[in-house]
C-alpha cells in the first residue's frame, strides 16, 4: 500500500502481531486488481454475501426464541411476532431477507450469464453458482414450514405432494421428509434441522469454494473494457459493493417496516380450507400447473429439470472463446427467454389471484381468522395443547359456543325464532323470580311458548309483597347462592307449603302433582338435569315443554359446562357478559 | 478514474469502511435488542394467590410432616399457558387441629429438594447433608438459614397455600 503506516505505535503492534500470528492482513498488503476497472456490474455476489449474513444473525436470534414442536410452532412465532422487542423486525428481515436473497441471486446470474461469465475456465465456479441457487430456494421451503401457519402448512404439504409424485420412491421421499406417516413433531424437527443445521453448512461450504474460484479467476471484463486499465479492488469496488449493500438493506427495511415484519396467518388447521399458494419464487411452477391441466405432476416436476438441466449444461454448450453478447445469439437468447418465461408466468399467477374477487374475499376472512387468534394469544396465552386451542380461551369459550349454536335461537331476547324465556345476565336471580311471580306468561318468561296463557300455564302469584318477597327467597336459595336469608326463607317455606304444593314439589327428585319440582332450581346440579330432559315427570313434564331433550346430543361435561356458565349469569351484568369478549 | 490521488483514495476508504460498518451496526442493533428483550421480563407467570392444596382432613394432627404438591391451575409460560403445573412441593404439618405450617421443600442452602428422614425425624436435604427440625431450624449442615415457611391458610376446609421462591444460600430470607 502506497499509504502503509509504519509498524509502531499500540496499533501498528498490535497489527504486526496479527499478521505475525495468523496472517490476518496480509493480502491487503498484495492488492486485487480488476481487469477494466472496479463496476457496479460486480455487486450482486458482495450483496448475496450481505444477505447470507443478515439471515444468520436474524436467524440465530430467531432460533433463540422459536420452538419446533407441533403444539408450540406457531405459539412461539406469534410470541417473536406480537409480544418481543422487535421481534416482528427481525422475523420480518429473515422473511423479506429471504425474498431479497431470491431476486439478488437472479440478478447475479442474469449478470454473469449475459457476460458470459460461466465459460472457461469458470465453468466449475458456475456450477457452484446453480447448486447454491437451488439450496437457497429449498431453505426457503425448509423454513416456510416452521411457521406451522395455514400459509406455511398448506404449502409444505403441496410441495411435499410433489416430491411424492415422484415415480418409484415417491412414497420413501414423502416419509422421509415428514419424519413418518403424517404431519407433527417430527415434521418439524427435521424441517427445522435442515433450515438451521443442514443447509446453512452446505450454503457455507459452497460459498467459500465459489468465492475462492472466483478470486482465483478473477472478474469476467464487461464487453467494452478489455482496453482499459486494470485497477484495484480496494477501495473503488468494494465501495461500490457497501453502497449495493447498504442499498438493499435500505429497501429491505423499508419494505419490512411497511409490512410490520411478515404475515403470520392462524395456526396450522388441517381440517380448515385454505387458498395453499407457493412462496413467490415458485409461483411460475405454480401457473404453470394450472396451465398444465392433467400434465400438472409432469410439469411440476419437468419444468424444474429442463430449468436446472439448461443452466448447468450451459458452459458445456455455449463453447465459443467469445464473450461477445452478438457472437452467442442462440444461448443468450434461450438463457434471457427462459429468465422472461419465468418472470411472465409469476406475473401471470400474481394477476390470475389479483382479479379473483372471491379469492380476495377468502383471503380476507382468513386474514381475519389469523388476527383473531394472535390477539388471543397476546390476551390469553396459548395452551400447551397447541396453536388451534387458543380459539377456545376466551373465558367459558365452550359453553357460550353451545349456548350460540344449541340454545340462542330459542332463548335470546334478540332472536326472531324465540320460543322460550330469555336467558340473560341475571337470569334466576331475585328480580328475575319476582318477576315470574307476577307474570308467568310475561313476554321475557314463557310469552313467546306454547305454554304462555294457556290453562296448564301457571297463573300469577298474588300475595302481598312482604310475602311475595319471602316466596323469591326460598326459590333463591334454592339455586345454592351465598347470600340467601335464612329468616326469609323459612317464611317463604310456610306460604309454599300453604300455597304451592297443589302443583309443586319442593324435595329433591320428587315430582309435583302438575308443575315442576323446585328443589335445587337454578343450581349447577338443576341445570344439567333439565337440559338433559325438561319433559322429566320433575321438570316441566311430557307436553308442557317444547324445549327437546339434549341428553343425547349433548355429553354430560357439555350440559355441565352450559350449567355452569348459566350459574354464572345469575350473578352477571350485561357489561360482565360484554366483557367476555366476542367467541 | 482518478482513484490515485492520495486525498481521494483516503476519503473512499474511510466512506468504505463507514457504510459498511453502519450497515453491520443497523442489523445487529435489532438482534441485540430482540435477544435481551426476555431478560427484562416476567416470562414465566406462576399464579401469586393462594393455590388449592386439598383437604385439611388429608394432613393428620400431630403426624410426620406431609409433601404435598403444588399444583398451579394456570402457569403461563413465554406464549404458552398451561394447565395444572408442578411447581413444586411443600412439607405441611398440622401440630394441632386449628394450627397448620407449611415449608418450602426447596433447600435454602443450593435449591435442592428436601425430604424427610423418618427414622432421626428432621428434614434432610440429599445433596449437601442439611438437616432441619420438623419445625424448619436449621440443625447441621451447610445451610445458612432454617426452610423457608409458606403462608398457608384453610379456608372452607380447604388448605389454601401461597407459593414463592427465596434467595438461595443467605443468611436472611429474602424472596427472589
Known amino acids: 500500500m502506497a499509504d502503509a503506516e509504519p509498524d509502531s505505535g499500540l496499533l501498528g503492534r498490535a497489527r504486526a502481531f496479527i499478521l505475525d500470528r495468523t496472517g490476518v492482513g496480509a493480502r491487503a498488503r498484495v492488492p486485487a486488481s480488476i481487469p477494466g476497472g472496479p463496476s457496479f456490474a460486480y455487486v450482486f455476489g458482495w450483496v448475496l454475501v450481505f444477505l447470507l449474513l443478515l439471515e444468520a444473525t436474524t436467524g440465530a436470534a430467531l432460533a433463540a426464541f422459536y420452538s419446533p414442536s407441533s403444539t408450540d410452532a406457531w405459539a412461539s412465532v406469534a410470541y417473536i411476532q406480537d409480544q418481543s422487542a422487535l421481534g416482528w423486525l427481525v422475523r420480518g428481515l429473515h422473511h423479506h431477507g429471504g425474498s431479497a436473497m431470491a431476486i439478488v441471486a437472479g440478478l447475479h446470474l442474469l449478470q454473469t450469464g449475459l457476460f458470459g461469465a460461466y465459460k472457461k475456465p469458470r465453468e466449475v465456479t458456475w456450477w457452484l453458482g446453480v447448486i447454491l441457487m437451488a439450496l437457497i430456494l429449498a431453505w426457503s421451503v425448509t423454513g416456510y414450514v416452521l411457521r406451522w401457519d395455514q400459509a406455511g402448512y398448506w404449502a409444505n404439504r403441496v410441495e411435499v405432494g410433489i416430491a411424492a409424485g415422484t415415480p418409484v420412491i415417491g412414497e420413501q421421499i414423502r416419509a422421509v421428509a415428514l419424519g413418518g406417516n403424517d404431519y407433527g413433531n417430527l415434521t418439524l424437527t427435521r424441517f427445522y434441522a435442515l433450515h438451521v443445521i443442514v443447509l446453512p453448512a452446505l450454503v457455507a461450504l459452497l460459498v467459500i469454494a465459489h468465492i475462492a474460484l472466483a478470486r482465483r479467476h478473477g472478474t469476467t471484463t464487461l464487453p467494452g473494457r478489455a482496453k482499459l486499465p486494470a485497477e484495484p479492488r480496494w477501495p473503488g469496488q468494494s465501495l461500490r459493493n457497501v453502497l449495493a449493500m447498504a442499498a438493499t438493506f435500505a429497501a429491505l427495511a423499508a419494505y419490512t417496516a411497511s409490512q410490520h415484519g411478515a404475515d403470520l396467518a392462524a395456526p396450522a388447521d388441517p381440517s380448515a380450507a385454505y387458498d395453499a399458494r407457493p412462496l413467490w419464487y415458485f409461483r411460475w411452477l405454480f401457473e404453470l400447473r394450472v396451465l398444465a391441466g392433467s400434465w400438472e405432476k409432469v410439469a411440476a416436476m419437468a419444468a424444474p429439470a429442463i430449468v436446472g438441466g439448461f443452466l448447468v449444461g450451459l458452459p458445456i454448450l455455449d463453447r465459443g472463446p467469445s464473450l461477445a453478447i452478438g457472437t452467442r445469439k442462440p ?237 354464572w349469569l345469575r350473578t352477571a351484568t350485561p357489561a360482565d357478559l360484554a366483557a367476555l369478549g366476542p367467541l | 478514474m482518478a482513484d490515485d490521488k492520495p486525498d481521494r483514495r483516503g476519503f473512499l476508504k474511510l466512506a468504505t469502511c463507514a457504510i459498511g460498518g453502519g450497515v453491520g451496526l443497523v442489523v445487529v442493533a435489532p438482534v441485540i435488542r430482540l435477544v435481551l428483550d426476555p431478560a427484562g421480563k416476567t416470562t414465566v407467570t406462576t399464579p401469586t394467590d393462594p393455590i388449592d392444596l386439598g383437604n385439611l382432613e388429608a394432613i393428620p394432627v400431630g403426624a410426620d410432616p406431609r409433601k404435598v404438591d403444588i399444583i398451579a391451575p394456570l402457569v403461563k409460560d413465554a406464549w404458552s399457558a398451561a394447565r395444572d403445573v408442578v411447581l413444586g412441593a411443600a412439607w405441611v404439618r398440622r401440630t394441632s387441629p386449628d394450627k397448620i405450617e407449611a415449608l418450602s421443600a426447596v433447600c435454602p442452602h443450593l435449591g435442592c429438594a428436601i425430604g424427610w428422614d423418618a427414622a432421626a425425624k428432621s428434614f434432610i436435604c440429599p445433596c449437601h447433608d442439611s438437616r432441619f427440625s420438623p419445625a424448619g431450624d436449621p440443625l447441621s449442615g451447610p445451610s445458612k438459614r432454617g426452610m423457608d415457611p409458606l403462608p398457608i391458610a384453610v379456608q372452607d376446609g380447604r388448605l389454601r397455600l401461597v407459593w414463592k421462591r427465596f434467595k438461595a444460600d443467605i443468611a436472611s430470607r429474602e424472596e427472589a
Request: hydrophobic letters at 40%; charged letters at 25%; aromatic letters at 6%.
Open chain 1, 331 to 567: 444461448w443468450v437468447g434461450a438463457f434471457v427467454g427462459l429468465l422472461a418465461l419465468i418472470t411472465a408466468l409469476t406475473a401471470s399467477s400474481l394477476a390470475r389471484d389479483a382479479n379473483d374477487p372471491d379469492l380476495a374475499k377468502r383471503l380476507t376472512a382468513l386474514e381475519a381468522r389469523g388476527d383473531k387468534a394472535r390477539a388471543l394469544a397476546v390476551a390469553n396465552g396459548v395452551p400447551s395443547s397447541g396453536g388451534l386451542d387458543v380459539f377456545a380461551t376466551p373465558p367459558m369459550y365452550r359453553a357460550r359456543a353451545l349456548f350460540a349454536q344449541r340454545c340462542k335461537s330459542c332463548h335470546d331476547a334478540d332472536s326472531k325464532d324465540r320460543k322460550g324465556p330469555v336467558i340473560a345476565p341475571g337470569h334466576g336471580n331475585r328480580a328475575w323470580l319476582a318477576g315470574f311471580l307476577a307474570a308467568p306468561s310475561g313476554a321475557p318468561y314463557w310469552g313467546k311458548s306454547k305454554l304462555a296463557a294457556t290453562e296448564d300455564a301457571m297463573k300469577a302469584v298474588e300475595l302481598p309483597p312482604a310475602d311475595q318477597a319471602d316466596l323469591v327467597e326460598l326459590l333463591y336459595g334454592e339455586t345454592g347462592a351465598a347470600d340467601t336469608r335464612a329468616d326469609a326463607r323459612a317464611r317463604g317455606k310456610v306460604l309454599f307449603d300453604k300455597a304451592c304444593t297443589d302443583c309443586h314439589a319442593l324435595e329433591d327428585g320428587v315430582a309435583g302433582v302438575s308443575a315442576p319440582d323446585l328443589a335445587g332450581m337454578g343450581s349447577r346440579d338443576f341445570y344439567t338435569h333439565f337440559i338433559g330432559n325438561p319433559k322429566s315427570p320433575v321438570h316441566m313434564g311430557d307436553g308442557k315443554s317444547q324445549m327437546p331433550r339434549f341428553d343425547k346430543e349433548l355429553t354430560i361435561v357439555e350440559r355441565d359446562e352450559l350449567a355452569g356458565y348459566l350459574v
